[in-house]
């Protein structure tokens, strides 16, 4: 069993935070100190990624599998019924996560899995491409984020608005996109797998795209018809594809919302 790294903070009903691929729970403290003021927030890392270890040799990193390690952590934290938000990877894993126990409300930004048949090469190019500089170029692009214009460069692709992400978060999240040691079996093991729809859930999911997502593009990667029955959708109107630090009060507020309408935890 992979031992997962995760923070935890405020009180309230617990809500389970969920990264995206080649990123850590760190992507989530621009949101995590507003959510905590009404919620136990349990940031995890999933295997493989920031201060996780990965699953164990010969066990597939896919998106149930990493559901599974979650529930093993929720299950020694002795927390039932979570709340949970996720996103991109975080996000299918958190569909996942429904479909093991039972969870009280479901939030997904920007959630992978939602194409037709393989992941197109379009989402698998910008991935390893990103993932190939920031491990053979971490110096140049940690010097780069320290302007406004690096930052627009490095991060354009994955936030709608990068010059508000600080110099210190760009740089951490470059150092865990290139020091990732699960990132290539995680990505593998997404290549020929999608998300499908299966019966309702029987708690509210909502899921949101930010405007400006360059990453899961709508006609390729947005097939909503693929979550399940009831899901409810909406926009985070000039966000990229990790939301959490191009707008985090609309990020809050949707999982605010989103949780409200499932009751109490």
Do not use: K
Request: charged fraction near 15%; glycine fraction near 10%; proline fraction near 10%.
């Amino acid at each position: 069993m992979a031992t997962l790294g995760f923070s935890r903070q405020g009180a309230g009903p617990p809500l389970v935070l969920l990264h995206a691929l080649g990123s850590s729970r760190a992507a989530w403290d621009p949101v995590v100190p507003r959510l905590a003021e009404h919620f136990d927030v349990i940031a995890v890392d999933l295997p493989g990624f920031g201060e996780s270890a990965p699953l164990p040799s010969g066990v597939e990193p896919h998106p149930a599998r990493m559901a599974a390690a979650v529930v093993d952590v929720l299950d020694d934290l002795h927390i039932d019924r979570p709340h949970v938000a996720g996103n991109s990877l975080g996000g299918w894993v958190g569909l996942e996560l429904a479909r093991l126990r039972p969870v009280s409300s479901l939030t997904l930004l920007a959630p992978a899995g939602l194409w037709r048949g393989d992941t197109p090469r379009y989402c698998l190019a910008t991935l390893r491409t990103t993932r190939w500089t920031s491990r053979h170029f971490p110096a140049t692009l940690s010097r780069l984020v320290s302007y406004r214009l690096g930052r627009i460069l490095v991060l354009g692709q994955t936030h709608g608005r990068p010059t508000r992400v600080t110099p210190d978060r760009a740089r951490a999240a470059i150092r865990a996109l290139g020091t990732a040691p699960g990132f290539d079996a995680a990505l593998a093991a997404t290549v020929h797998r999608h998300q499908s729809a299966g019966p309702a859930l029987g708690t509210p999911v909502t899921v949101a795209f930010g405007s400006r997502d360059l990453v899961l593009l709508p006609h390729q990667s947005r097939h909503l018809d693929q979550l399940p029955p009831g899901t409810r959708s909406r926009s985070l109107p000039g966000c990229g594809h990790v939301p959490m630090s191009d707008d985090p009060c609309a990020v809050v507020s949707l999982i605010s919302a989103c949780a409200a309408s499932g009751g109490p935890a």
